[in-house]
């Protein structure tokens, strides 16, 4: 089963910018749908962005349409979500997932595996 590990976050003030590294072991990376969701305290954990197996579907929930942007490089087993523009309210754990299916899902009761997260944080 692959594993996810997130770098990346930290503190930034707002209209900084961060980029987070999601990196995977197991030969099927390169297969699986990669999401980013985000859990600030006492909220619901919710969808930011996804990307499939190739890299030619992404979405991304309204809230960072223009400011965030996911990529993935398979040859590194790594998925990369550059936040650009932060605002105080993108302060949240991070967390990257993988999703078996093909199908490029932005709920995360369909995503399989999950990493530990990264804590962003963006000041005023």
């Known amino acids: 089963q692959v594993q996810l590990v997130e770098s990346g976050g930290g503190l930034v003030q707002a209209g900084g910018s961060l980029r987070l590294s999601c990196a995977a072991s197991g030969r099927t990376f390169s297969s699986l749908t990669i999401g980013w969701f985000h859990q600030a305290p006492g909220k619901e954990r919710e969808f930011v962005a996804a990307i499939n197996w190739s890299g030619g579907i992404k979405k991304y929930a309204d809230s960072v349409k223009g400011r965030f942007t996911i990529s993935r490089d398979n040859a590194k087993n790594t998925v990369y979500l550059q936040m650009n523009s932060l605002k105080p309210e993108d302060t949240a754990v991070y967390y990257c997932?993988?999703?078996?299916?093909?199908?490029?899902?932005?709920?995360?009761?369909?995503?399989?595996?999950w990493g530990q997260g990264t804590q962003v944080t963006v000041s005023p």
């Open positions: 997932a993988a999703d078996y299916s093909i199908v490029v899902f932005t709920t995360k009761g369909e995503y399989d595996v």
